[in-house]
């Protein structure tokens, strides 16, 4: 449909598209598939349909048959989009998590699937029962006139949602009981953060992903300065990334939107919309764009002896429009941090050869290793109480190397006397046995 052709983001999409050299894009206008038989539509390789409100599904599954063309979204598998009841059991069958349901049809052919017991705080639907707060919905995915009942503890009444008029999305109602004609799936309500979110694929392996107020809170539409609805960027789980695998794969639509709920811990898939587009992001018109040209000449190029292969350049420099001309988007700051707060290592090292350290040494089995290791107090205590006994027997000599021998050992004695007493935890000594003397220093020693 002309509003859905030439709206902002698939001209974005298109624009781009036109920039394949063998892609040729045509817009078959509204006049031609509402009033022109199929034979009279132009013909094409490749075809880009999807229904909205007033579309001729069975008039496009008719072309399609005439021309065999490609397909990006199935045309068939639309029909069940527009039918919550089937949607429900494709995602089923896929094993893919969605609410508690229940559908009751008021089908005079199938009297089984008509069982409604309604109760102040629930409802029984062919046998299961949905306390409040439960959701009714339409089995007609065309009709957006969804309700939540409230339990009496809360107040009761119901909040009823709607297509989106002006700035509201929902009312609330006093009304507690359920409605009475027509078909509804009735399921669990599930307590989400307060917003929804919004998935869009573009082929199995791309899905964009943003949250939006959930309408069920007060009704009240965010919008920013421009009058458009607020989104808010979401990262997907990876588990949520196979699900938009699934789904994808599922209804056999290249280009498909769905809605998520997170809720305790889990996400649920509560509706499949089909083709459908992010507005005002041109990242993602530049993704999708590519993606889908790429699916395009991948798959008509071998029929056409195109020499094509899909371009495996690196990745684009994102160069975004600005107020002051193109720059560069910055995507991502990844940054590995290491703490810098550490107390360098406090060692001195002297070489020493009386024969109270070799005694020392003995008295703790230092000759079993050649090395020993002193941490108990009593121990430092006697390297200390050596130490203050060799300076008091060096202080009477004035020889050099004495002098330089008895500053090491002043050294030692300050070090042991530090804090007024031994804890056994911030010292310790190390003494290595050198049979042949101190061996030759390395030039990595010396350095």
């Excluded at 305790?264 to 993606?291: E, L, Q, T």
């Excluded at 350290?357 to 290793?369: A, H, I, S």
Aim: glycine fraction near 6%; charge should be neutral.
């Amino acid at each position: 449909m002309t509003k859905k052709s030439k709206s902002k983001p698939m001209t974005q999409i298109l624009e781009r598209l036109c920039k394949f050299e063998y892609i040729t894009v045509v817009i078959m206008g509204e006049d031609v598939i509402l009033n022109e038989p199929v034979e009279n539509w132009p013909p094409c390789d490749c075809l880009i349909s999807f229904h909205s409100k007033g579309f001729p599904l069975d008039k496009a599954v008719a072309y399609a048959k005439l021309c065999n063309p490609f397909l990006i979204n199935d045309l068939d598998m639309q029909y069940y989009i527009q039918d919550r009841r089937e949607v429900y059991r494709i995602l089923q069958e896929e094993g893919i998590d969605l609410p508690r349901y229940a559908v009751l049809n008021r089908d005079p052919d199938k009297p089984d699937e008509c069982n409604l017991v309604e109760g102040e705080d629930q409802v029984e639907v062919n046998g299961a029962v949905f306390p409040k707060p439960f959701v009714e919905k339409p089995v007609s995915a065309e009709d957006h006139n969804v309700y939540i009942y409230y339990p009496t503890s809360a107040g009761g009444g119901s909040q009823r949602l709607f297509r989106k008029i002006g700035s509201r999305s929902s009312v609330y109602s006093p009304e507690s009981s359920v409605r009475k004609t027509g078909s509804y799936i009735y399921e669990e309500f599930m307590p989400t953060d307060g917003t929804d979110v919004k998935v869009y694929t573009v082929g199995p392996d791309y899905a964009h992903a943003e949250a939006r107020k959930s309408p069920a809170l007060d009704g009240k539409v965010e919008r920013d300065s421009e009058g458009k609805e607020i989104r808010y960027p979401v990262m997907l789980t990876a588990m949520e990334k196979l699900v938009a695998r699934k789904v994808c794969v599922a209804f056999k639509q290249t280009v498909c939107g769905f809605d998520l709920l997170r809720a305790n811990g889990h996400s649920f898939v509560c509706d499949v919309n089909g083709f459908s587009f992010v507005k005002n992001s041109m990242k993602y018109y530049d993704d999708c764009a590519k993606i889908l040209g790429n699916i395009i000449m991948r798959e008509l190029a071998p029929q056409f002896q195109i020499p094509w292969s899909i371009p495996t350049e690196a990745e684009d420099i994102p160069i975004v429009p600005t107020t002051s001309g193109t720059m560069m988007e910055l995507r991502c700051v990844i940054a590995v941090i290491r703490h810098g707060d550490r107390t360098p290592k406090q060692k001195m090292k002297m070489e020493v050869k009386h024969s109270r350290f070799f005694e020392l040494f003995e008295k703790y089995d230092g000759y079993k290793t050649g090395k020993l290791k002193l941490k108990k107090p009593e121990q430092l205590q006697e390297v200390l109480d050596i130490a203050r006994l060799l300076v008091v027997e060096l202080g009477t000599h004035n020889d050099c190397e004495i002098e330089e021998r008895k500053s090491k050992l002043e050294q030692l004695k300050t070090v042991l006397e530090m804090y007024g007493h031994f804890s056994g935890i911030n010292r310790k000594v190390q003494l290595t046995y050198l049979p042949r003397g101190h061996p030759k220093a390395s030039s990595e020693d010396e350095g």
